[in-house]
């Protein structure tokens, strides 16, 4: 929809031109948990001076921030990369990229993405390890409850209860919290 010569809305226009935010096309095509999880990160980063406060995880070129501009041909290499712990073309830029971050930051990060899956942790986790938390709320939760409780949370101007990965993953297929 975002790539079609003929659509002429704002943000397909933009992706046209490749000046599109990565974070509203991620929004604009994930639905409520993406745009739950972008108005939840804009809101309570508080990064360093210099430093992006929001990445996001895409499948080829690792932690991109949120404001980075985009176009179609960007559009066009994420989607010939699975999302796969298996995947080289997604696990590599996602280590280099998160070894970079970890270089010039040792704020914590929160993951606002599964950690009931490998698919972020089993590359994120040796490279942040302790510093790598995760809302304590998500646990047991779908997607579209996740993103209404960021949107909830937000409105509140109430920061969730973080715990770190390492408490809730890998341990089977429920996530543990540490009390």
Not at 49 to 75: F, H, K, Q
Not at 111 to 120: E, F, I, P
Request: charged fraction near 20%.
């Amino acid at each position: 929809m975002l790539t079609r010569p003929e659509a002429t809305f704002e943000l397909a226009r933009q992706v046209q031109i490749g000046a599109a935010s990565l974070g509203d096309v991620f929004a604009f095509c994930s639905g409520l948990y993406f745009r739950g999880k972008l108005a939840y990160a804009r809101h309570f980063a508080e990064p360093p001076d210099g430093i992006p406060g929001v990445y996001i995880i895409t499948p080829s070129r690792g932690l991109v921030a949120a404001e980075t501009l985009v176009g179609t041909r960007e559009l066009f290499e994420f989607a010939t990369i699975p999302v796969d712990t298996k995947e080289s073309r997604f696990t590599g830029p996602l280590k280099q990229s998160a070894e970079a971050v970890s270089l010039v930051d040792s704020s914590e990060i929160i993951l606002l993405g599964s950690v009931a899956t490998g698919k972020y942790t089993e590359t994120l986790l040796p490279i942040l390890g302790q510093r790598l938390l995760f809302p304590v709320d998500f646990a047991g939760r779908g997607d579209m409850s996740r993103g209404a409780l960021l949107l909830r949370s937000v409105a509140a101007n109430q920061e969730l209860r973080y715990d770190t990965v390492t408490h809730a993953w890998p341990r089977g297929t429920r996530i543990r919290s540490a009390k």
